[in-house]
């Protein structure tokens, strides 16, 4: 409960504007929030929507950490490897893909 307010100022964002930078923003919090509070669906949902916004390499790292928690191994799999080919150095996804 500890992260109500902050889920409901977000989500009265998301509802009252339409700059998409402030959006993926409120998003990709979300994302966050629900991704702590061990909700990998609403999580996952959260950065899917962050991404179609604006292709970002984080939003993929993240969707790919959703996917590991849920044992969605091929998909984490797929949306990391799309993140590594971005950043090739990215040690983050190297450990997750390693983890696989």
Known sequence: MRYTDAIIEFQKIL???????VQKLS????GRIYYN???FKE??????AALILG????YKIWIGKNYLAMGMKDK???I?????????DNEEVKKLLSSL
């Open 80 to 88: 990391l490897n799309e993140a590594l080919t971005v950043n090739a």
């Open 43 to 48: 999580s996952l949902d959260q950065f899917n």
């Open 37 to 39: 509070q061990n909700l």
């Open 55 to 58: 292709d970002d390499v984080n």
């Open 15 to 21: 509802k009252t504007t339409e700059d998409p930078y």
């Open 27 to 30: 998003y990709s919090n979300l």
């Open 76 to 78: 984490a799999k797929t």
